[in-house]
């Protein structure tokens, strides 16, 4: 099992060249998401070979620009390649209306199902899940209503312990989905033979939290706990603490706290103000509390296993 | 007197690297302005070194994507930037809604006035005006409501005609500007000389006509006769006349039909498909008709004397 993930656009507020606002490609399982939407994600798409027709689920964090202008160009876009496949988007509400309305006044309507799933609550909550993975909203502090998302691999099926099930015989291909399923085997002698003899625990399961924008908001360590990777935005240097106070943004040294806190394996961190000219500040700064931390960079693609 | 292009975008459709959609920057007289604003015309100002506070004036042709959704992130942009003066957007109903939407749902009113001009008329009308510069719609024919601008320079000053003025040795730099307004000039023994003998007439006043998106539309020919530098969308080459009919675009042939019967100076084509792969096929076509042909191409400057 591995978690791919790729980056967008890891600056803050506007888009300059070479330097895009927020936008993630997300691989976990058999799924792709893109999280946040900044202006130019789908330029992006295409600079780094991304398949428009694998994004079958968006996540919007909030309704400021640098995280959402980019989506009704690639809805547009998506409706010019002719797409077919259904498109969810998950984002506060709102979202909806912003984008039907100029759907609507660019008599511009998708031929693909477009359908918002919108989001008002407070609390944590899960909004997608199948057999593979499930995601959960993170509520968190920012001037609007804004959520992270938390990416969570389900506990896959048990792994057959080849050299065990090798010392019996009778054992056959065909019972190998039972015993990955966790059922014991009953030999023709009528031994019982326990699952956990015959099968190895299954890899544990990876997640991802996503949380920008936000201020230092230990509240969400909890739901972030033991996430085997955290992005956390940290637009300033704590040399600009209070200033990240007043505009609901954190410093690296805070997203590092919360990665400490949270027990993460390991921490990205992004969302940078254009103010700093130096980028590797960041990472000095965050890892004097959380060593294991690395920077977002346009392009950059991160795998975790 | 000079009028100069900055050509920012010139494909059609969706924004792919180094192929941004519509969006040109013109200079004329003392003023600036930003002629349509796809997704992604903020970061090409920022390439070709346009300052941001030199825009006053925004003219959109018409709610197609690729025309106007990099005008939310640049008015955010000016936001961010801490503008104060007026900026003043003319183009069709609605573009004030879908504005003011998004400002509001993200919390980011202007903290400077921001003046909707919104247009649904059919016939040509001038929407500004000062006493250099003056512009008019020009309705154009297209899928959803769209215009067409004709930027004017207006009649300038005489020009002083030095020689003959030197003749008269009674005549001084602070009679100069009463001989550039037209007035005769009084010497002291009573004898009148006629202001045509000490002047000379002014510049021919130049003209800009913007004409994108549309379908082979001759009666546009009125409105820009003349111009002295004609912009016609060239979606298709002669090729795929029938889509373009359909979809209501041009092809290079029609685009440089209209040049000629509107007798311009020269004409620009661009808003390529992204089917050709080469552009130069674009100029080929069209110089069969209108031999005084260019193509738009991004970064590339056009300056009209």
Known sequence: MSLKLTILGCHSATPRVNAHPTAQFLE???HQFLIDCGEGTQVQLRKYSIKFSKIKHIFISHLHGDHFFGLVGLISTFRLLNREADLHIYGPKGLKEIITLQLKLSNSWT????????????????????SNVEVHTIPLDHRVYTNGFLFKEKLGERKLNVNAIQQFNEIKICDYQNLKNG????????????NKILTLNPDAPLSYAFCSDTSYFPEIVPTIKNASCLY????????????????KHA?????????????????????YSGRYKNIEDFKTEAQEIFENTFLAMEGKVFEIY
Request: aromatic share 6%.
């Open 251 to 271: 410093t690296a040294a805070q997203a590092a706290s919360i990665a400490q806190q949270a027990q993460v394996k390991q921490l990205i961190i992004g969302h």
């Open 183 to 194: 059922r014991d085997y009953t030999l023709q002698n009528g031994t019982v033979l326990k």
């Open 111 to 130: 031929q693909y199902p477009l359908l918002f799933h919108e989001l008002t609550s407070n609390e944590s909550e899960l909004i997608f899940e199948d």
């Open 28 to 30: 976990i399982k058999n």
């Open 232 to 247: 956390h935005e940290a637009t300033f240097l704590k040399d600009k603490e209070a200033l990240a106070t007043t505009t």
